[in-house]
């Protein structure tokens, strides 16, 4: 199978080359020239197989010029029960008669990017090597907080690469700060910057686009590369859990084979919610994608209207991995309802660069309509989720995973709609302590303790158990305490490689 780009339908690589560029030349995102299809007697036969042997099935789809040892390789490396803490890797919990959360944070850094991000290394360097690159792979992240963390646990010690992640120094939490500082491995290098979000975003963009710097590395054999969300090989990863968790339903006999759900996923650059609607497109049986907001509402506008338009209000939220106001992935969304027009895609994109805004046409917008509803949730509606799941069922859930929880449940309301629904829970709720505290016990409880104490009440209160990635932190030695001025990350980037 061949890799077409969104805005170039003549673009056509394998899944290797799709995964070492990233992007593809004129700014287009790879997608797989057609959708695999599985049966639901396949779905049934995987029902009786562990979380790897269904990966390496739904993976095997889509990585067609890998061997099947190859792909084995990346899957048995990635998901390990020494790195989730549990050989059900992503295991779903049944909240009641309807509702069923798939758990995504049982990996090392308590995020649902660690799904995707400890694979991701191993396919990446399994692509180098396929591609005939004979090449040390730098991968640069600018990072709000999670995805840095998940990337350096994924490319930790993983031979042939590097990594550097560069966080703003006043705009990460403090588990997130200390996640990172402490990082081990000795292909790793951290560094805050003076600055907010954008700021190391901006220094890493301008790194990638220097192209004298480019050559420069390139004769030293090196080349640097993203890991950024919109790789094709972060993608395909999460399509696997959405069959995996049917798949438990299905072996816990909550469903029929065949009988069809919902899914309704916490949404922010819409990777996660684009892998279920690959899924449903496969032939999972789904019926509603719902996609959740918080205040940033880009996409239930979008979900709703037909427009988008970037040109409102940025918020900072409780859940801030869906702080985000460009949803990168949907670019694919629009490419596959369009019935692969690249033509009109280029346009939307090019409005969204020059306007901040487009509008699809009618024909996309009804195909919207029959696959997705939308929804969102601010804080306060957030805060009262928690507490309220955590009364009725003793289940402590994440602020990201609340706001789904919240516009599932309006939309359930809404609608009449009592379909069985997955709804994916994308943090452990340790990982955002602060807030989930304050949500259940008020600010009171919360003020003037550290990180570790919250961790501890957070524990001992609801009788769960600390996760010891986080726990240990403690005790662990702060290895990186470079902080450079937004002009010199360049220079960090040297001294590293030096
Ligand atoms: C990244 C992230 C999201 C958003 O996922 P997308 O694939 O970007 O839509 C939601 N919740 C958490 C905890 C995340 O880290």
């Keep these: 199978m061949k890799y077409n780009s969104t805005r170039d339908n003549s673009v056509a690589v394998t899944s290797a080359e799709a995964i070492v560029k990233g992007l593809s030349a004129e700014g287009g995102l790879y997608i797989p020239e057609s959708v695999p299809a599985v049966s639901i007697e396949t779905i049934e036969e995987m029902a009786d197989m562990s979380y790897n042997d269904r990966a ?45 959360i798939l758990e995504l944070w ?77 990082q081990e491995g000795n292909n790793v290098f951290v560094s805050a910057v003076n600055g907010n979000f954008d700021d190391a975003q901006t220094g890493v963009k301008s790194i990638f686009t220097d192209k004298e710097y480019a050559a420069e590395l390139d004769a030293k054999g090196i080349s640097l590369s993203s890991a950024n969300s919109i790789n094709w090989g972060r993608l395909a990863p999460q399509i696997v859990y959405y069959f995996s968790a049917y798949c438990d339903m299905l072996k816990g006999e909550e469903i029929k ?33 719902i996609c959740a907001s918080n205040s940033n509402n880009v996409l239930t506008d979008f979900i709703n209207t037909g427009v988008y338009d970037r040109n409102r209000e940025f918020f900072t939220t409780i859940s801030p991995s869906m702080d985000i106001l460009i949803s990168s992935n949907l670019e694919r969304l629009l490419y596959l309802l369009s019935g692969r027009n690249d033509g009109e895609i280029s346009s939307y994109m090019e409005e969204l660069k020059a306007a901040g805004k487009y509008t699809v ?11 997705f509803r939308a ?105 990186f305490e470079t902080v450079c001025d937004k002009t010199m990350m360049k220079a960090v980037v040297n001294e590293f490689l030096e």
């Design 361 to 371: 046409s009618d024909d996309i917008f009804a195909k919207v309509r029959e696959n």
């Design 257 to 289: 084979a065949g009988e069809q759900v919902n899914i309704c996923v916490p949404t922010g650059n819409f990777g996660n919610i684009l892998a279920a609607y690959y899924a449903k497109l496969m032939g999972l049986p789904v019926k509603t994608l």
């Design 106 to 182: 049982h990996g090392p850094t308590c995020a649902f990017k660690d799904m995707a991000l400890q694979i991701l290394p191993h396919l990446l360097t399994t692509s180098v090597k396929k591609t005939g690159m004979d090449r040390e792979i730098v991968i640069l992240v600018a990072t709000s907080g999670d995805t840095g963390k998940a990337a350096l646990e994924g490319f930790k010690d993983v031979e042939g690469t590097k990594i550097i992640v560069f966080y703003p120094e006043s705009g990460v939490s403090g588990i997130q700060k200390l996640q990172m500082c402490t």
């Design 56 to 100: 390496k099935k739904i993976l095997g789809l889509f990585l067609t010029d890998f061997k099947a040892a190859e792909v084995e390789d990346c899957v048995t490396k990635a998901y390990t029960k020494n790195k989730f803490g549990t050989n059900s890797i992503a295991p779903v919990y049944k909240l009641d008669k309807n509702r069923y």
């Design 375 to 479: 929804g969102f949730a601010d804080d306060d509606k957030c805060r009262e989720t928690i507490r309220r799941v955590q009364d009725e069922f003793g289940y402590v859930i994440d602020p990201h995973t609340s706001v789904a929880v919240a516009v599932h449940e309006e939309y359930a309301a809404a609608s009449g709609d009592g379909t069985k629904t997955i709804i994916a829970s994308t943090a452990s709720p340790f990982k955002f302590n602060g807030d989930v505290l304050t949500a259940l016990l008020g600010r009171e409880e919360v003020e003037d303790k550290d990180e570790f104490e919250l961790l501890r009440i957070l524990a001992e209160r609801y009788e769960l158990t600390v996760p010891p990635s986080l726990g240990e932190l403690e005790d662990k030695d702060v290895r």
